[in-house]
Structures are given as C-alpha cells and as structure tokens.
C-alpha cells in the first residue's frame, strides 16, 4: 500500500490501479471547474495517462479502480456494462432495519424537481437492483451492508430511503445533514462557552471491496478497504451508547 499525493493506492500493477478515495474528493474533473483536486488528474499525473472506468459520488469514500491502458479499461468497461463485478458497499442508516437482508427492486430516474438528484420512477425509470444485508443494529441506526447489482447514481441512498432507511447524514434523501453525539449520549453536555461540533456532516457510505476479472490473467480478483476514520468513529460511539 502507498500514499501519492493523498492517494491511497490499494493494489496496482502493469494494467490497473486501485484507490481507497477519501471522502470528500472527486473521481473525475468537475465539469465546471477542472482545477479542483480529483482522482483521475492526481492518477494522470503520477502515471501519464490514466482510463476511468467507473466512478464514486463526492461524499463516498472508498475502492475504486482505473485502468492504465486501452486494452484493460476495454476488457473492464465491458464487466461493468454486464454487470458481472461485484460491488459491495457499507452504510450507516437511520431506525433499526426490520429484516436481517433483503432485495430492492425499484426503478430510477432522474428527478426532475432537483438537479442531481434521483428518484423511484415506476413509469420512466431504469431498473435498479440492490441487496443489503444487516451487519449491526442500534436503538436508533442499523449498520448495512449493501451490494448493487446496478450502477445508477445515488441507487444505494435512493433505495434504502425509499424502504424506510435513509442515511444517517444525506443533504439530499434525509432530514439530516448532520450527526451529533448528544443524540446518542445521555446527558451529554459541553462548556458554557463551547458549542457542540458534529460528528458526522457527509453521507456515511463506503466503497468497501470490489470484485473484478483482471484484465490480462483473467484471475478473479477482490480488493477491499476498511472503513474510514470518522465512520469507525461514529460506530465506535454507537456501540458505546446507542447499543440495545
């Protein structure tokens, strides 16, 4: 494992890279503004030349792999296009899901009232699959595990809110932008003059193994990275007291 340039790379050889993304970074150029620091330049950088193969949202951290020349990102595009990698994903959600696993088939689209973002749409939307199982449960948050056997965008929060889970932090699909430990802890109370800080502001959702074909060998292989420092510290104060 290595570190360039706030890069975190995983795994790499002669025909791919794979990243840990931080939260917070882009994995390809903003539209709008190429200068803002995002994985796919930092990898153009390092390496000369690099091809995107999928992508993560902003706020998501976690693996994610690029190609680094035309023969491996032609042989990946085509696993993601069928569908045949596998990519699990793990969130803290709001309430205590009902069911240890289950499956969400709802179709997605583009929701028209607000740009960038998506909704269930039974008439026009695309059909979108995911599974989710649960790994921890709290009085008020579960900890899940989540594999999409579709990439639509935002499909993972989009589901789970659309059953009744939204994430514990999400601008978008949630009332909460924000996690506090006073929710949590009882008689929780800091100085006069001081003002509790959150936790948690961005979306607690985590890249957490990818399964792919590689390239060249054809070799199944998983590559995976443990959860984040802030989510680690969300749980840990989870356990500690919102534990059933």
Do not use: W
Not at 83 to 111: F, R
Not at 134 to 142: G, I, M, N, Q, R
Not at 152 to 176: F, W
Request: charged share 25%; proline share 5%.
């Amino acid at each position: 494992m290595a570190v360039v340039k706030s890069i975190d790379i995983v795994f790499e050889d002669d025909d791919i890279v794979v990243i840990n993304k931080p939260s917070g970074m882009l994995s390809i150029p903003d539209r709008y503004n190429a200068a803002i620091p995002n994985a796919q330049a930092l990898l153009t950088e390092l390496y000369g030349g690099i091809f995107v193969v999928h992508r993560l949202d902003r706020e998501t951290s976690g693996i994610i792999c690029f190609a680094k020349n035309e023969d491996a990102h032609r042989h990946l595009s085509l696993q993601f296009n069928k569908h045949t990698v596998t990519k699990i994903y793990h969130a803290i959600v709001q309430g205590k899901v009902a069911q240890p696993e289950g499956d969400i088939d709802l179709p997605l689209a583009p929701n028209p009232m607000r740009g960038g973002t998506m909704r269930v749409d039974k008439l026009e939307g695309k059909p979108s699959h995911t599974h989710y199982r649960v790994l921890e449960t709290f009085k008020h948050y579960t900890y899940v595990e989540a594999q999409i056997f579709t990439g639509r965008m935002h499909q993972i929060r989009v589901h789970l809110q659309a059953i009744g889970y939204p994430m514990m932090v999400d601008e978008y699909y949630s009332k909460k932008t924000e996690f506090y430990l006073s929710e949590v802890k009882a008689r929780y109370h800091t100085k006069k003059t001081d003002e509790e800080l959150p936790m948690l502001t961005r979306v607690p959702l985590h890249a957490y193994a990818l399964t792919i074909e590689h390239p060249r060998t054809n070799e199944i292989i998983t590559i995976s990275a443990d959860l984040p420092k802030d989510l680690r510290a969300v749980l840990t104060q989870l356990r500690k007291h919102d534990a059933i």
